[in-house]
């Protein structure tokens, strides 16, 4: 798993890995932020750390560091890449290397409000329900096929923190059971669409 966070996506999905929930283990969790609370919460379940630093760049990883993240994961044998708020883009070396086997979650129902504080994005704008998506990860921002969503409402007296929370724990409902459905293998790929084996949806 990647995160630059405060990493309960993360805690939710190690949880739900901890009660027998996904067939998986977290082969390493790794961050571009050495303070993250990811890291953290990965110790003390005593799963495999790395820090990798991110390089000269603000929003995305510099070449020598891609390289090492990609070594790092090579490694580590990983089968899947979990992102979880890990805030670097990632380029050309690092999704071909691991094409097709990088998920992510965003706080908002896609294709709506892609990019940063989507939650405060759903607020401005007035709409009465969003949610979060977990979707594949391609070289766009928030733009690759996605596995599932789960609907939040807005309420009238939210505020971007009330709303914030409420997707959030969203995410820690869908994540876990997205990252299930791919380790089982009952979720395929048909150009944008993600079809999930019958009876097994979110
Ligand atoms: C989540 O809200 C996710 O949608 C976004 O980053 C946040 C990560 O939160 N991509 P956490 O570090 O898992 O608590």
Redo the contacts with the bound molecule.
């Keep these: 798993m990647l ?9 939710a999905i190690a949880d739900a890995i901890a009660a027998g929930k996904v067939p998986a283990e977290v082969a390493l969790v790794s961050s571009d932020v050495e303070s993250a ?2 890291l953290e919460h990965a110790r003390k379940r005593n799963l495999p750390v790395r820090f990798i630093p991110p390089g000269k760049f603000r929003t995305k990883l510099d070449e020598d560091a891609e390289r090492a993240y990609v070594s790092a994961l090579q490694e580590a044998k990983v089968d899947l890449i979990v ?4 805030m670097r883009v990632l380029k050309g070396d690092f999704l071909r290397a691991f094409e097709g086997r990088i998920v ?4 908002s129902l896609l294709p709506s409000f892609p990019g940063l504080e ?1 939650w405060k994005q759903a607020l401005d704008h007035g709409v009465k329900v969003t949610g ?1 998506t977990v979707h594949f990860v391609d070289a766009g921002v928030d733009c690759g096929a996605i596995i599932g969503q789960q609907t939040v409402p807005v309420l009238d007296d939210d505020t971007p923190e009330t709303l ?1 929370s409420r ?2 724990a969203a ?1 820690h409902e869908l994540y876990p059971k997205c990252v299930a459905a791919i380790a089982r293998g009952d979720v395929s790929v048909r150009g944008r669409r993600v079809v999930w084996k019958i009876g097994c949806g979110v």
């Design positions: 995160g630059s966070g405060k990493g309960s996506n993360f805690v609370g990811i992102l979880a708020g890990f992510n979650i965003h706080p989507a979060c914030h997707i959030h995410e």
